[in-house]
């Protein structure tokens, strides 16, 4: 049976229902707004993240000793790439330093994350001078396709050890070394460097000590070779007699820099065989001012002497006289200087 009086009210009954079914669940029947993401589209609006590189090299450092041969230095390194999704990367190194350094492998192929070995050799020259210190870097480039390039290094030092670069013979027996006077000594210097060396030498600055130079100036010698130099030797005029220390410093200048080879000479010096080798010039100055000083002293000693005796003779007189003349025994005021008679 149907009740059409009642059938607008079920309508609109119906059709608030619906509204209010559409109010409160916006999200079910109404298409998703631009800025709407689900967790898919969320993953593919990301930009896309890059691996990572480290790069690691052992050892830290090194020291070497380079002489009569060349020293070969090998180090390892390890690249690590660390990839948030799996993708490829290729890997380029290379390697710098002082001395010639190659690198292998100089590529590397990487499909994720995880590490791989390298190796690294630094060929150091014989002669190479001591007492200097380099640095081997290896850089590392990381290319992804779509990526822009990462790059990573490590670096590592090389310290070159402390030994003679020169070796250097001399005599010094066959003569004595007078005050005034110059000599020549005869030196044999051996070079160890790999170069050619630019020898100097000069002695100490003290003034009262031999000086020393090298004969003819600056002399070449051939990398790995000997040559025998002059080095001329000056002894003060004040010097002692006895055995001298001579300082010399041997100055080898190569192309990376300057270096000094230190060495002490026992001098036997001579002086005239009188006053003056007992003392200095110094101390023969001060020996005759003292003779002086003393004559003199002397001299106003004596002459006070006799001067002071010829006033303490007179001075003895006078209070003689004086104490005569107070008790009447003498010659005062108004009595005869001569012997006065007793009267009757």
């Not at 005050?179 to 630019?198: M, N, P, R």
């Not at 030797?233 to 007699?241: C, D, H, I, Q, Y």
């Not at 002086?292 to 002459?303: D, E, P, R, S, T």
């Not at 009595?335 to 009757?344: K, T």
Request: with cysteine.
């Amino acid at each position: 049976m149907s009740h059409p009086e009642y059938a607008p009210r079920w309508r609109t009954t119906s059709a608030l229902a619906a509204l209010l079914l559409l109010l409160a669940v916006p999200g079910a029947c109404m298409p998703h707004q631009a800025g709407d993401t689900s967790p898919v589209q969320s993953a593919e609006a990301q930009p896309l993240v890059g691996p990572v590189l480290l790069v690691y090299l052992t050892p830290s450092s090194i020291e070497v000793r380079a002489v009569e041969k060349d020293a070969v230095l090998q180090f390892t390194g390890q690249v690590e790439v660390q990839q948030p999704v799996l993708m490829r990367s290729d890997v380029a190194l290379s390697a710098s330093c002082y001395w010639p350094a190659t690198v292998n492998p100089d590529t590397l192929e990487f499909q994720g994350s995880f590490k791989q070995t390298f190796t690294v050799n630094v060929i150091v020259p014989a002669g190479t001078l001591p007492q200097q210190r380099q640095t081997l870097e290896v850089v590392g480039s990381v290319k992804t396709p779509g990526l822009p390039a990462k790059t990573a290094n490590a670096t590592s030092a090389i310290y070159i050890a402390d030994y003679p670069l020169l070796a250097v013979q001399y005599d010094v027996m066959q003569t004595h070394f007078k005050a005034g006077h110059t000599h020549d000594i005869k030196l044999t210097v051996e070079s160890k460097a790999g170069e050619d060396l630019e020898l100097t030498v000069t002695g100490s600055e003290d003034p009262d000590s031999p000086k020393a130079e090298l004969r003819g100036g600056p002399q070449t010698i051939p990398a790995r070779e000997g040559a025998n130099v002059t080095v001329r030797v000056t002894v003060p005029k004040n010097a002692e007699g006895g055995t001298q220390t001579l300082h010399l410093r041997l100055t080898a200048t190569t192309r990376d820099g300057g270096y000094e080879y230190k060495m002490m000479l026992s001098v036997p010096c001579e002086v005239d065989a009188s006053i003056t080798s007992a003392v200095n010039k110094r101390g023969v100055l001060y020996m005759v001012a003292f003779v002086i000083v003393a004559l003199i002293a002397a001299f106003y000693l004596l002459k006070g002497s006799w001067w002071g005796g010829k006033r303490f003779r007179r001075w003895r007189a006078a209070r003689k006289a004086a104490r005569g003349a107070t008790h009447g025994t003498g010659p005062g005021p108004g009595r005869p200087s001569g012997p006065v008679s007793p009267r009757p």
